[in-house]
């Protein structure tokens, strides 16, 4: 079982790693924390805040782009080409599949984040011309954004299991964009009344909190993150993409590939 | 052991996007093919073929029956370490290179490490891509595709291989070669399933052979036995022009070349035949049982059953 997975997720590294749009959409990444250097240093007293600003926020938006862009397709680019036929022909359970292919992407994005932010780190090394002890809070954002990573591909999988690239690309990005401000409903939420504050409430607690994984501002002025929030969205991103992959695995279960 | 069975099993989609009306694919079919067989699954396009695979690969789920394979119900995933399969126009992976695609599939299949490097060489050479093993895949031609597939469907040895049109679109060299290997893969001992709508292939390498059309199955059996069905007619060639009122009699219409008449008729009234010639001062050269092409069983049974249909609209 464990090789079945690690054979599917290694597969669908290996055709990341290969798709020149990937590389395109890494080269483009690389530029943008590049163009922060220079940014940050026309930035005068606050080049530090700006890089951080500017270089992380590319590596989360990238990385969500290359998220949905391919997780839309994890399962049903598979099915409109067939080539999951010769792979669900063999001793493979489906839901081996679901997982091999997630734990495919959230590598892929991982290593692809893992270079961009080796980038990131040279850039601010030329500025600064040392790391600070506060710089170690810059993992912990690095960190959320992987977190973020796993949020929207278990995401962009669910969606890719039933619907067209098309609509799930559109569902994906709008759940995304949501739960940004999910913060924001929940306080709009607390301004409400009667059924207003019970819809409200609803969907901001449905809805993935992306905000509650942006610390970039917080860690681009220096301020530590608590830990109980590092263990709290720990916890949340595992729960809320488990939650994701077990609805993919019983849509797709039952799915005729027609 | 029968190696396929199926009882009943049968297809229904539902289609409309507001009001759902079933469209059925696959009547309820019920067939048996015996192990070290080669069967021949025969119908035009979108007669139900590729429905009644998927349908055994567990791509599709039945609306009804059931089925075994090796034993096996088909919802046993562990019956398919046994089984391979080449999909319909396949489209694999092409980022990968074909010895990579063939290493990927292998070890999905359960096959050691230590013993796939050997077990896709083998198969490589056996399929004659060996010096196309570190070409990626998208720049693989659509007969050397195919080639690939069938390479896929035997990397890991299985006893039963299903085959969806494992002919189509390969030129007459590429066409003969998997007909060799599928002729290799028999002598083996495997038994192998594979639809088709090329009826010669079909002919040349069948055991038996099913015929279905618009969903279900129209025939079942040997070959020979099936046209004797459709068929059982005598070809008789004479000599001499006295017979040829009283065979015209008979319902056959006489052909003359180069003062032998030639004539078909059914086998039943072939005495009759031999009477009326000879009464006519004739002498016969030969008589022969017409063969029947499978192309003209195919016809036959589907013209066949396009009468019954109007047959029934007429009630």
Redesign the interface.
């Known amino acids: 079982m464990r ?2 997975i690690r ?2 997720a290694f ?1 669908t590294f ?2 990341a790693v ?2 020149r749009v990937l590389y395109n959409l890494v080269v483009f990444a690389l530029l943008i924390v590049g163009s922060s250097l220079i940014f940050g240093q026309i930035s005068i007293g606050v080049e530090r805040l700006v890089l951080v600003n500017l270089g992380m926020t590319a590596i989360s938006l990238f990385g969500i782009v290359i998220a949905i862009f391919i997780g839309i397709g994890l399962v049903s680019k598979e099915i409109e ?3 999951l ?9 489906r839901w081996e599949f679901i997982v091999g292919k997630f734990g495919g992407l959230v590598g892929t994005l991982t290593v692809n984040a893992g270079f961009m932010a080796i980038g990131f780190f040279a850039a601010l090394l030329y500025l600064t011309h040392r790391f600070e002890p506060a710089d170690g809070y810059l993992l912990v954002a690095l960190y959320f954004i992987v977190l973020e990573f796993v949020l929207i591909t278990a995401l962009a999988l669910l969606f890719s299991t039933f619907s067209t690239p098309l609509m799930s690309a559109v569902f994906a990005f709008s759940l995304f964009v949501i739960g940004t401000f999910a913060e924001d409903l929940r306080g709009f939420a607390s301004m409400s009344t009667g059924v207003t504050k019970i819809a409200m409430e609803t969907v901001s607690r449905l809805v993935p909190n992306f905000a509650a994984f942006n610390v970039i501002s917080q860690v681009a002025h220096s301020q530590a993150v608590p830990g109980r929030l590092i263990f709290y969205n720990t916890i949340y991103a595992i729960v809320y993409a488990a939650v994701c992959l077990a609805a993919s695995v019983l849509i797709f279960e ?1 799915r ?3 | 052991m029968p190696a396929i069975e199926t009882f009943a099993l049968e297809k229904q989609y539902k289609v409309g996007f507001w009001k759902k009306r079933p469209r059925q694919a696959l009547e309820p079919l019920t067939l048996s093919v015996e192990e070290g067989e080669v069967f021949g699954y025969l119908g035009p396009n979108g007669a139900g073929k590729t429905t009644t695979l998927k349908l055994l690969m567990r791509l599709i789920f039945p609306s009804g029956g059931s089925g075994r394979i090796l034993g096996k119900d088909l919802g046993d995933g562990s019956l398919k370490q046994q089984i391979g399969f080449l999909p319909e126009q396949p489209y694999f992976y092409d980022h990968l290179t074909a010895r990579e695609l063939l290493d990927y599939y292998a070890e999905l299949s359960g096959v050691e490490a230590k013993e796939r490097t050997h077990r896709v060489e083998a198969v490589l050479a056996r399929v004659g891509l060996p010096d196309s093993a570190n070409l990626q895949l998208r720049k693989f031609s659509k007969g050397m595709l195919q080639r690939v597939g069938i390479a896929q469907a035997i990397i890991h040895n299985p006893k039963l291989i299903f085959l969806d049109e494992p002919m189509s679109g390969l030129d007459p060299i590429g066409r003969r070669e998997v007909r060799d290997l599928i002729q290799s893969l028999k002598e083996e001992g495997k038994t192998i399933f594979f639809s088709t709508h090329i009826l010669s292939d079909a002919e040349t390498l069948c055991d038996r052979v099913g015929v279905i059309n618009k969903g279900k199955l129209r025939g079942i059996g040997v070959l020979a036995d099936l046209a004797r069905e459709v068929s059982g007619k005598v070809e008789i060639l004479w000599e001499g022009a006295g017979a040829r009122a009283g065979i015209e009699a008979l319902g056959g219409r006489a052909q003359v070349s180069s003062g032998t008449s030639r004539v078909v008729l059914p086998e039943e009234k072939l005495n009759a035949a031999i009477d009326a010639i000879r009464a006519g001062n004739g002498k016969i050269v030969s008589i022969s049982p017409v063969r029947v092409t499978l192309e003209e069983f195919f016809m036959e049974k589907l013209n066949s059953e396009g009468a019954e249909m109007e047959q029934e609209v007429a009630r």
């Open positions: 090789n079945r054979a599917i597969n290996r055709e290969r798709d080409k067939k080539t036929y010769t792979v669900l022909a063999r001793p493979v359970h039952r005729d590939l027609k």
